[in-house]
């Protein structure tokens, strides 16, 4: 198994997607329109199963952090108070020679065209990332409304209902999982930077002076996730802390979780201090007393946030790049060699298909069908019937099913079938009453 993840990867990934009904250009028999992705079948239950993850480990699993889920449009105050309005912007500039438009920030050098090395460049001028609608009748200022920039701003408005009413005393935390959208200048590398995303968020309210305990608690805690959950290894992911003239001015500290990905490193998470600014800009906009009443020792304290952010679509995109490899198989007589198979190396617990059910005969469907219907019930599962036994293996390896079940001729008479190991190609016969308790065990260890 080759572990060489070659500078052409992300060609072949994105075709791969758009191939098997993963992820592909939104509008596209209109000539799409850029930073925008629709999720084909297969990318629609492997994002829900990512989503779904997190959403156990972070707020299932755990009794101090309660879910919510807000409107993409809220009170364009919400947007004056967090400062997106004044200062959420990128500096940009545009080519007269080619008409392309780049941000000042990713350019090596901000006096040449990146495209075409013209000097012929515009003095560079904010440019804000929010995407403005109008709520109402009438398309007037008055009416200006703007799409969330993110989720997390909602979460701090909602503060004390949540608070209130799930019974919660400090420190806690609100999660949520929805979407979020920017006006990017240059959306790029397929879905890592896009137009309209989705962000997986969690803040967590505490006191002042066990704040950095938690900074800590939550950066181990996410760590961990993606080892021991995702699978990734150090070599795929780092941290980095922000130096201290880096941090935004009511920081305290914090550091992004980066991606070894084919186009080089890019954040996958980010973990934030974010200090009393947030709860004390909202409380000062609305005018509504966002404090928090600390009985034991009677006081009054404005609530510390940290903050875990990451988006699920950079997540499902770390996944396929982590996930894509290459087999080939041994070489001919004349030392040519004989095939290359695709396959995805997802954990089984984030794959789209789990479990696939392969019939060795149309003529064994009915059979396998029943099959099919139990194992369903408990695991992602699909019944693949077109094409030779050894296209549909081909097929499932591509969309990265760990595991085939084949129906064969002998299953008629031992009320068994052959398991098909994705990634040791290992194939064992399996009871068929005892197939739920193999692939529960099977799934659990990775």
Same mark, same amino acid.
């Given at each position: 198994?080759?572990?060489?993840?070659?500078?052409?990867?992300?060609?072949?990934?994105?075709?791969?997607?758009?191939?098997?009904?993963?992820?592909?250009?939104?509008?596209?028999?209109?000539?799409?329109?850029?930073?925008?992705?629709?999720?084909?079948?297969?990318?629609?239950?492997?994002?829900?199963?990512?989503?779904?993850?997190?959403?156990?480990?972070?707020?299932?699993?755990?009794?101090?952090?309660?879910?919510?889920?807000?409107?993409?449009?809220?009170?364009?105050?919400?947007?004056?108070?967090?400062?997106?309005?004044?200062?959420?912007?990128?500096?940009?500039?545009?080519?007269?020679?080619?008409?392309?438009?780049?941000?000042?920030?990713?350019?090596?050098?901000?006096?040449?065209?990146?495209?075409?090395?013209?000097?012929?460049?515009?003095?560079?001028?904010?440019?804000?990332?929010?995407?403005?609608?109008?709520?109402?009748?009438?398309?007037?200022?008055?009416?200006?409304?703007?799409?969330?920039?993110?989720?997390?701003?909602?979460?701090?408005?909602?503060?004390?209902?949540?608070?209130?009413?799930?019974?919660?005393?400090?420190?806690?935390?609100?999660?949520?999982?929805?979407?979020?959208?920017?006006?990017?200048?240059?959306?790029?590398?397929?879905?890592?930077?896009?137009?309209?995303?989705?962000?997986?968020?969690?803040?967590?309210?505490?006191?002042?002076?066990?704040?950095?305990?938690?900074?800590?608690?939550?950066?181990?805690?996410?760590?961990?996730?993606?080892?021991?959950?995702?699978?990734?290894?150090?070599?795929?992911?780092r941290t980095e802390d922000?130096?201290?003239?880096? +941090? #935004?001015?009511? &920081?305290?500290?914090?550091?992004?979780?980066?991606? =070894?990905?084919?186009?080089?490193?890019?954040? /996958?998470? @980010?973990?934030?201090?974010?200090?009393?600014?947030?709860?004390?800009?909202?409380?000062?906009?609305?005018?509504?007393?966002?404090?928090?009443?600390?009985?034991?020792?009677?006081?009054?304290?404005?609530?510390?946030?940290?903050?875990?952010?990451?988006?699920?679509?950079?997540?499902?995109?770390?996944?396929?790049?982590?996930?894509?490899?290459?087999?080939?198989?041994?070489?001919?007589?004349?030392?040519?060699?004989?095939?290359?198979?695709?396959?995805?190396?997802?954990?089984?617990?984030?794959?789209?298909?789990?479990?696939?059910?392969?019939?060795?005969?149309?003529? +064994? #469907?009915?059979? &396998?069908?029943?099959?099919?219907?139990?194992?369903? =019930?408990?695991?992602?599962?699909?019944?693949? /019937?077109? @094409?030779?036994?050894?296209?549909?293996?081909?097929?499932?390896?591509?969309?990265?099913?760990?595991?085939?079940?084949?129906f064969d001729f002998e299953?008629?008479?031992?009320?068994?079938?052959?398991?098909?190991?994705?990634?040791?190609?290992?194939?064992?016969?399996?009871?068929?009453?005892?197939?739920?308790?193999?692939?529960?065990?099977?799934?659990?260890?990775?």
């Amino acid at each position: 198994m080759s572990k060489d993840k070659k500078p052409d990867v992300m060609e072949k990934i994105v075709s791969l997607c758009k191939r098997r009904g993963f992820i592909f250009q939104s509008s596209e028999i209109y000539g799409g329109i850029g930073g925008f992705w629709d999720y084909g079948p297969y990318g629609v239950k492997m994002k829900r199963a990512i989503e779904a993850l997190w959403w156990d480990y972070m707020v299932e699993q755990r009794s101090n952090v309660e879910g919510l889920d807000s409107t993409i449009i809220s009170n364009p105050k919400v947007w004056a108070a967090s400062g997106h309005l004044d200062k959420f912007g990128d500096l940009m500039t545009d080519c007269r020679e080619c008409k392309s438009r780049h941000r000042v920030d990713q350019m090596e050098d901000p006096t040449t065209c990146p495209n075409c090395d013209s000097k012929d460049l515009t003095e560079p001028r904010e440019f804000n990332l929010m995407m403005k609608t109008y709520v109402g009748p009438v398309s007037t200022e008055e009416n200006v409304a703007y799409l969330r920039a993110e989720t997390c701003q909602p979460i701090f408005v909602d503060f004390n209902q949540v608070r209130v009413s799930a019974r919660q005393k400090l420190p806690f935390g609100i999660a949520q999982v929805g979407k979020a959208f920017r006006n990017e200048i240059n959306p790029r590398n397929f879905i890592f930077r896009s137009r309209e995303f989705t962000q997986m968020e969690m803040e967590f309210f505490c006191f002042a002076e066990d704040s950095m305990e938690w900074y800590g608690y939550w950066r181990d805690q996410r760590l961990a996730y993606y080892k021991d959950l995702l699978e990734f290894t150090d070599e795929d992911i780092r941290t980095e802390d922000h130096a201290p003239d880096a +941090l #935004a001015h009511y &920081a305290k500290a914090a550091l992004d979780i980066e991606f =070894k990905f084919p186009f080089g490193w890019g954040e /996958l998470e @980010g973990i934030h201090h974010r200090g009393e600014w947030d709860m004390t800009r909202h409380q000062e906009f609305s005018g509504d007393n966002l404090e928090y009443f600390d009985q034991e020792n009677n006081r009054k304290v404005t609530p510390t946030v940290v903050e875990t952010s990451v988006g699920l679509d950079r997540t499902f995109l770390a996944l396929l790049c982590k996930a894509y490899d290459e087999d080939t198989a041994d070489t001919n007589k004349e030392g040519k060699a004989q095939d290359t198979r695709v396959v995805l190396r997802f954990p089984a617990i984030v794959a789209p298909i789990q479990v696939a059910v392969l019939p060795l005969s149309k003529k +064994l #469907a009915p059979q &396998a069908e029943e099959v099919y219907k139990k194992v369903r =019930k408990y695991f992602r599962s699909e019944m693949d /019937l077109t @094409g030779s036994i050894g296209k549909r293996y081909r097929r499932q390896d591509e969309i990265g099913t760990p595991y085939c079940i084949t129906f064969d001729f002998e299953s008629l008479e031992d009320n068994a079938v052959t398991i098909r190991n994705r990634d040791t190609m290992s194939q064992e016969r399996v009871a068929i009453e005892d197939l739920r308790d193999y692939f529960e065990k099977a799934i659990d260890k990775q």
